[in-house]
């Protein structure tokens, strides 16, 4: 074996063993908050306990909406991002310790790049993470209005507002897991003695939604104020409804701008070859 296969090896084994530290823990908090919510119903203390909303922290907050649910999620993301980032460096190096267009830069120049690898496998998880949350709250945001039809139906058919957040819940778990879930929390709140605006709003914090932060207060307020809960509930379910197209016809209004801008790159750039290159062809044969 060369002198210089022998440190390649040993780099690739390194980055390769750093990916498979790395995805293995995001792997195993996903199957424990499986195993976890399989075995036992979600487990309200969170919700009880704390008398504000923001007792969560946020890492933990973030990794629940992504689905790492477990409790040592956590820990696994920070030994999962060090994993990465340990992974990203060893890959830099075996590409510059076998490249030789990278093997011959300055020494300065090769400890940049092997720094530059460790950053962006520092920055992976994070971003596995954030694209997971988005996810989620899209999610959360498409089944809200269908979550509140049938929480009006409810309550139209003479449910009590726990009985319809409850009922809501046990209904939505095939279509909208996630919303469905954050539904079952918040009745478990309710059944164990919590303030009905603490869960609510417990609820929007947890899910991150400003709808439901929005739908909480609305609640609490026709609570008190004595207004009809059903026709709050219709009012505001039809608002989202209509917030929902107005979004969509910005995306479509949007659209027109982008093909606009598609067209004149790929269009004009050929038309002006096709119309430009007689004249210069000519220009040229009169100077022969």
């Given at each position: 074996m060369t002198p210089v296969a022998s440190p390649a090896l040993l780099l690739f084994l390194a980055f390769a063993a750093g990916l498979v530290l790395a995805a293995a823990g995001l792997i195993l908090a996903a199957r424990g908050t499986a195993a976890a919510q399989a075995a036992r119903p979600p487990r309200p203390e969170p919700l009880i306990s704390a008398p504000q909303p923001e007792t969560l922290s946020e890492l933990r907050r973030q990794l629940i909406q992504a689905g790492f649910g477990h409790p040592a999620a956590p820990q696994v993301f920070v030994l999962a991002k060090l994993a990465a980032a340990l992974a990203g460096a060893a890959l830099a190096a075996l590409a510059v310790a076998l490249l030789p267009l990278l093997s011959g830069l300055a020494a300065p120049l090769r400890l940049a790049l092997v720094f530059l690898g460790f950053l962006v496998g520092y920055l992976v998880p994070t971003l596995v993470v954030d694209r997971r949350r988005a996810a989620y709250r899209r999610r959360i945001e498409l089944g809200l209005p269908d979550a509140l039809d049938l929480m009006l139906i409810c309550v139209e058919a003479g449910q009590s507002l726990d009985?319809?957040?409850?009922?809501?819940?046990r209904e939505l778990a095939p279509i909208h897991p996630d919303l469905a879930l954050a539904f079952a929390r918040a009745t478990e709140a309710l059944a164990a003695g919590a303030d009905r605006e603490q869960a609510f709003l417990r609820m929007a914090q947890d899910t991150d939604n400003e709808d439901l932060?929005?739908?909480?207060?609305?609640?609490?307020?026709?609570?008190?104020?004595?207004?009809p809960v059903a026709q709050t509930l219709r009012v505001y379910a039809a608002d989202l409804r209509d917030r929902r197209i107005r979004r969509i016809e910005e995306r479509a209004n949007v659209l027109p701008t982008k093909m606009t801008l598609g067209t004149m790159i790929f269009t004009v750039p050929p038309l002006l070859i096709l119309l430009i290159t007689?004249?210069?062809i000519r220009i040229l044969d009169s100077f022969k």
């Amino acid at each position: 074996m060369t002198p210089v296969a022998s440190p390649a090896l040993l780099l690739f084994l390194a980055f390769a063993a750093g990916l498979v530290l790395a995805a293995a823990g995001l792997i195993l908090a996903a199957r424990g908050t499986a195993a976890a919510q399989a075995a036992r119903p979600p487990r309200p203390e969170p919700l009880i306990s704390a008398p504000q909303p923001e007792t969560l922290s946020e890492l933990r907050r973030q990794l629940i909406q992504a689905g790492f649910g477990h409790p040592a999620a956590p820990q696994v993301f920070v030994l999962a991002k060090l994993a990465a980032a340990l992974a990203g460096a060893a890959l830099a190096a075996l590409a510059v310790a076998l490249l030789p267009l990278l093997s011959g830069l300055a020494a300065p120049l090769r400890l940049a790049l092997v720094f530059l690898g460790f950053l962006v496998g520092y920055l992976v998880p994070t971003l596995v993470v954030d694209r997971r949350r988005a996810a989620y709250r899209r999610r959360i945001e498409l089944g809200l209005p269908d979550a509140l039809d049938l929480m009006l139906i409810c309550v139209e058919a003479g449910q009590s507002l726990d009985q319809s957040v409850q009922r809501t819940a046990r209904e939505l778990a095939p279509i909208h897991p996630d919303l469905a879930l954050a539904f079952a929390r918040a009745t478990e709140a309710l059944a164990a003695g919590a303030d009905r605006e603490q869960a609510f709003l417990r609820m929007a914090q947890d899910t991150d939604n400003e709808d439901l932060r929005s739908f909480a207060a609305l609640v609490v307020q026709s609570a008190t104020l004595g207004t009809p809960v059903a026709q709050t509930l219709r009012v505001y379910a039809a608002d989202l409804r209509d917030r929902r197209i107005r979004r969509i016809e910005e995306r479509a209004n949007v659209l027109p701008t982008k093909m606009t801008l598609g067209t004149m790159i790929f269009t004009v750039p050929p038309l002006l070859i096709l119309l430009i290159t007689p004249a210069v062809i000519r220009i040229l044969d009169s100077f022969k």
